[in-house]
């Protein structure tokens, strides 16, 4: 008999606490959601029509640093949107939350004395954004070690996807260099080896005829800005001749665009005769010094 009253309070104490509060609680929570959204919408709109064309060489970077910066902002108003919401639900469910915020106040000013890594992670991260180093779509490498494509950069870290497909979390406070291989253009920079034979003037016209006709080609003239063309005769190596072809592109496609050149030269090197030599030692036989 007392189970079974003490089982119809509980019900009827939940009963009375969702009619009560489940409204309550939907409405912030469809408010947060509301919110967010609205603030996606409106950090979008300010960024890109705050942003000037005419200070981006093309519009590709225009578009990367309006997702870069629209990306992190929306990552900090995220955050504030669902702390607020948390705290109102906390309200709404009775707890006092004045401790908390006032407890939360004592708890920054011990991180902030604590977790020095954390506050040199988001100044490194200010200068990453403010001096526009890489944008979310860049390819980077990172301390001359870690590269890839800039998935995310945040106030905290920079998070990069490698051609492997594996994500690195990055904390911008120990991000001493940062090369960015997709800023504005890219270079085509290729040495060969050719035998010791070769007729050096007849190469030369060999790879510039190569790369204009990649610059002319309905299928590379976007991607080539420069046509790769010969250079220099670049070093005498043990069995060939070292040679360095250059050229321009656009950001990301000197990958594409140098897989191409090495497929074409091979080609046109096969129908003039001009040989990719093997690596040769030639081995001196000493004399016998026995009678």
Known sequence: MNNNT???????????FATEHALNVAV??????????????????????????????????????????????????????????????????????APLIAGAGVAGVALGFGAQSMVKDFL???????????????????????????EQVSLRSTILRDLDGMVHHIPNGIIEIATN???????VNLDIGVGYDTDIEKLEKVINKIGQSMAEDEEFKDLVQEPPHFLRVNN??????????????????QWQVKGELRKRIKIAFDKNGI???????????????KK
């Open 124 to 150: 490194a991260g200010l200068f990453i954004l403010t001096e526009n180093q890489y944008r979310v779509g860049d390819v980077v490498e990172i301390n001359q070690g870690v590269s890839g494509v800039v």
């Open 236 to 253: 005498f190596g043990d069995s060939s001749i070292e040679i360095k072809i250059v050229g321009k592109t656009a950001p990301m496609k």
């Open 28 to 97: 912030i929570l469809g408010l947060a959601l509301v919110a967010r959204r609205f603030s996606y919408v409106l950090i979008s709109r300010v960024i890109r029509k705050t942003l000037k064309p005419d200070h981006f060489r093309t519009k590709r970077d225009e578009k990367l640093r309006e997702d870069t910066l629209i990306s992190t902002i929306n990552a900090g108003v995220r955050a504030i949107i669902w702390i607020l919401t948390g705290m109102l639900l906390l309200s709404e469910f009775g707890v006092d939350i």
């Open 275 to 289: 040989e990719i030599p093997f690596p040769q030692m030639v081995v001196h036989k000493a004399k016998s010094t």
């Open 181 to 187: 291989m997709t800023m504005d253009y890219a270079n």
């Open 6 to 16: 003490e089982t119809s309070q509980t019900i009827d104490s939940l009963t009375t």
